[in-house]
């Protein structure tokens, strides 16, 4: 069974960093792009991050200069540094990948991991 397990969520005060992970697993071939998403109380799923698998990177503008996001291909992991975090960015956060494994393809989501950022 191919699947994405995140990790790395957690509650932080205004201006502090956490770091996010997201595994995948399973009998992979291949990973396209990644990404990370999220979404508030009442809100939509919105894009965070997405990076392709030569490591082009997109970010919504409102985390630009302040997330990062990267990936370990050996790894299958996909990961999203967040610094100056803000009360906005509270939400729960899921990632994506495009993935190429032994049943076919598709595109995979985490089960998600709660950030919250405090005032």
């Known amino acids: 069974q191919v699947q994405l397990v995140e990790s790395g969520g957690g509650l932080v005060q205004t201006g502090g960093s956490l770091r996010l992970s997201c595994a995948a697993s399973?009998?992979?071939?291949?990973?396209?792009?990644m990404g990370w998403y999220r979404q508030a109380p009442g809100k939509q799923r919105d894009l965070v991050a997405g990076?392709?698998?030569?490591?082009?990177?997109n970010y919504a503008d409102s985390v630009k200069g302040r997330f990062t996001i990267s990936r370990a291909n050996t790894k299958n992991t996909v990961y999203l540094q967040m610094n100056s975090l803000k009360p906005e960015d509270t939400a729960v956060y899921y990632c994506?990948?495009?993935?190429?494994?032994?049943?076919?393809?598709?595109?995979?989501w985490g089960q998600g991991t709660q950030v919250t950022v405090s005032s």
């Open positions: 994506n990948a495009n993935v190429h494994y032994d049943m076919g393809s598709g595109v995979l």
């Open positions: 399973g009998s992979i071939f291949s990973i396209g792009t």
């Open positions: 990076i392709t698998s030569d490591g082009s990177t």
